[in-house]
Structure formats: structure tokens, C-alpha cells
């Protein structure tokens, strides 16, 4: 079902398709994600170049200190719900029936999902577009949750599930995710968006959000982030 002006302003937002966004075809290189831009060239995804970079240090030490049995059964409870949670969000902006079904993990991933709901998604004015494939031509690509305006600013916005409440030193993965994004929106439609939202939900449905609060410095960070992978495949 497509987003439709109707639909959207049964819940206050103005649906204005102001750009062509196309679909990108996901493809797995390499074991890793890419898209495969218009162009043929086969990219890698943001998430690809950012856990190639990532300094797994923190991450290694939490998975001996409980165990890598225990750690995978976690990791793979969390995607799961953060699979669930982010289709219950795109069927409420596409105006689709959402239901919270027997399962336990659909559950709380629903409950999680309406905390977003209230919380974040009630300041957005308009939806340009869900689920947006979005590429800087010969370099990467990705799929951000959300385009729009939030607060009266264009903004590229993402859902996030946690198990717990974040800090910012912790999330700076999903700042560059944003200003990566922001990047392939102006540089494709030009645009000069440099707001971005995150969305967060514990799975005890504590809500949080984070802004870009300097996209300059983020924006830095991400192109020395892409240089690195580059580098390390060369």
C-alpha cells in the first residue's frame, strides 16, 4: 500500500512526494551488504563501511565477559524486535493496519512502537518518503526510516530499539548514519538538509531522541570513516 495524502491526513501529516525516490536492489559481496545504484556500480551500505571502521574493542570485552552463547542469543532477540518494531512503524506512516499479535516479541515491539509513535513521530509535519533508498553516486548507499519535516525543518530521521536508556558517546554509529544519509539526500536532489532525528525505544519503552547538533563535525567524521574503508580494501 502506498503512502497516500488521505491517509496521512487522518493523522495530522501532510504526505508531499516531493522527490523520485527509487527502490535500490540490496545485494550481499563480499558477505556484506551493497546496493546496486542505477548506474550498475554495486556500493556498499552504510551499516557495511561503519562496522568494517568500528572499533570493536567495548563490544569484544562485553561478549567475553557474559559469554558468545549468551551475547548471540541477545544480539539475535534484539534484531528481532527491532525487525518487528520497524514494520509496525512503516505500516502507521503508510497508513496500514497494525497489530500487536499473539507472538511476544510482536508484542513488545508494537508497545515499542507506539512509544515512537507519540513521542517522536507527533512533531512530523510531513512524510516525503518511508523506508528511502538514498546513494552518493559511486560511493555508498543506504535505507533511511524516515524523510520529512520534523519541528519545521527537513530532516532525515531513524528508528532505534535498545535494551537500555543511551548515551550519546554511544550511539555516534547512528549520527553518521544520519549525516551519511543527509549527504546522498542533497548531493541526489539538491537539497541542503542537515537536521536528523533518532528515535529511540528501550525494550522497557522508555522513549529518548538525539539530534545532529553539529553536522559539520559529523559530516567530517563520516567521509574519514569512508576513507578508511576504502583504504582497508584496496
Known sequence: MKITKDVLKSKGIAYIQRYPYEELEKVTKNRKRHYETPDGRQVPSVTT???????????????????????QQIATESANIGTVMHGSLEKHVKGIERKPGSNLIHQKAHAMANVIIDNGLKDVSEVWGSEVSLHYPELYAGTTDLVGVYKGAPAIMDFKQARKLKKKEWIEDYYLQLVAYSEAHNKLYDTQISAGRIFICTQNNEFQTFEIDNYDHWVGQWYAKLEQYYKSIL
Open 49 to 71: 563501511v561503519l562496522s568494517a571502521t568500528k572499533d570493536m574493542t567495548h563490544l569484544n570485552a562485553w561478549k567475553k565477559r557474559i559469554g558468545e552463547q549468551k551475547a
